[in-house]
C-alpha cells in the first residue's frame, strides 16, 4: 500500500510540470529548463547516495554499467524530459495533455518486451475507464485539438517524448535489480548532465549571464521542477517500482490530469465544471481498481490454486 502512496505523491508532483514550463519558458530556454533542475538535483541526491552506502554495501560495479546508464538518459531521460519540454513550447498544453495518454501502452509493450510481463484483463478495463476519464476532463480541449502543420513539430516531439518516459519506466526495472532506486537515478542523473551540458553551453549559454536577471515566476518554476519534479517524485517513483509491476505504475499516470485540473482552478483561476469532476472521479476509479481490486483478486486465484 505504501508503494501506492508514493505514486499518488508521484503523481501530483509531476501534474506541476507543464504549468512550471510556462512559468519559465519567458527566460529559460527547453534545454537550461531540464539542465538547470536535474543538475542541482543530482547535487541534492549525493549526500542520500553516502548515506545509503553507510548503511548497506554497494552492489558489484561492471565498467559496461556506465553504458548502461547512459543508454538510459538517451533514450528514457532525454526525450521524456527534453523533448516533452520542448513540444509543449511549440505546440499547445492540451495537445501534449492528450499525446501523454499513449505512455501506458508504450509501457505495457517495453514491459513486455524486456520484463515479461502481460496486461491482465483488469488492467485493460482500468485503462478503458482512465481514457474515459480523461477524455471527460479534456472534452474541451479534444473539440480544440490541433494537429495542423504549426503544431505537427511540437506534438511529435511530445509523443518522442511519451516513448522515452515509457522505455524508462520499464527498463528502469531491470536496473533496480542490482541498484537502489537512489543510485538508479542518481547515476542516470550524472550521465544526463554528461550529454547535455556541452548542449546548453552551444545553445543556450547566454541564459547563465541572464540569471541575476530571473523573475520571481521563474525562479518559482525552476524550484518547484528542481526539488519535486526531478528530485522528490523521482525517487519516491522509484521506491514504488521495486514493488509493483511497470504496467501499473504506467496507469497510475492518469492522475496526472486527475490532480492537474484543480491545480489549473487554483494556479490559473480556471473554472471546474461537472463533466471535469466527473472525469476526475472515473481517472480515481480506475486507478483504485488496479491497486485495490486487482491485488485482491490475485490473492483469491492464489487461495483457490493453492485449495487444489
Known amino acids: ?19 512550471c514550463v510556462k512559468l519559465v519558458q519567458d527566460q529559460v530556454g527547453s534545454l537550461f529548463t531540464v539542465w538547470g533542475p536535474m543538475t542541482l538535483a543530482t547535487i541534492m541526491l549525493y549526500p542520500l547516495i553516502r548515506a545509503e552506502r553507510k548503511i548497506a554495501a554497494p552492489a558489484q560495479r561492471r565498467k ?32 501534449a495533455a492528450i499525446i501523454m495518454l499513449a505512455i501506458p501502452p508504450c509501457t505495457a509493450f517495453f514491459a513486455w518486451l524486456f520484463m515479461r510481463e502481460r496486461m491482465s ?18 472534452g474541451k480541449d479534444i473539440h480544440n485539438l490541433n494537429f495542423a502543420s504549426g503544431y505537427l513539430a511540437g506534438n511529435l516531439l511530445v509523443l518522442s517524448g511519451t516513448l522515452g518516459s515509457s522505455f524508462y519506466n520499464s ?17 542516470t542523473y550524472a550521465a544526463m548532465f554528461v550529454i547535455m551540458t556541452p548542449l ?6 547566454d541564459v547563465l ?41 504506467a496507469l497510475s499516470n492518469y492522475l496526472i490530469t486527475f490532480f492537474g485540473v484543480p491545480i489549473a482552478a487554483i494556479w490559473l483561476g480556471e473554472r471546474l ?17 488496479i491497486t485495490l481490486w486487482e491485488p485482491r483478486k490475485r490473492s483469491a486465484e492464489a487461495l483457490v490454486a493453492a485449495a487444489q
Open 121 to 138: 484483463a483488469v488492467r485493460w478495463v482500468a485503462f478503458a475507464i482512465a481514457i474515459g476519464g480523461v477524455l471527460l476532463c479534456s
Open 200 to 205: 546548453v553551453i552551444l545553445q543556450e549559454r
Open 171 to 187: 527498463y528502469g526495472k531491470k536496473v533496480l535489480e542490482r541498484y537502489s532506486p537512489m543510485e538508479m537515478l542518481f547515476y
Open 1 to 19: 500500500m505504501r508503494s501506492w502512496i508514493f505514486l499518488f505523491l508521484c503523481n501530483l508532483m509531476w501534474a506541476l510540470q507543464f504549468t
Open 209 to 249: 549571464f541572464r540569471i541575476p536577471q530571473f523573475t520571481a515566476s521563474t525562479w518559482i518554476g525552476l524550484i518547484l521542477l528542481t526539488v519535486l519534479h526531478n528530485y522528490l517524485s523521482m525517487v519516491l517513483f522509484l521506491k514504488a517500482l521495486q514493488n509493483i509491476e511497470a504496467t501499473q505504475a
Open 64 to 95: 559496461s554499467d556506465i553504458l548502461l546508464f547512459l543508454v538510459l538518459a538517451l533514450l528514457g531521460v532525454f526525450p521524456g524530459q527534453v523533448l516533452i519540454t520542448w513540444g509543449t513550447r511549440m505546440s499547445t498544453a492540451s495537445n
Open 273 to 289: 465544471n461537472l463533466v471535469e469532476v466527473a472525469g476526475g472521479i472515473l481517472v480515481l476509479a480506475s486507478t483504485l481498481l
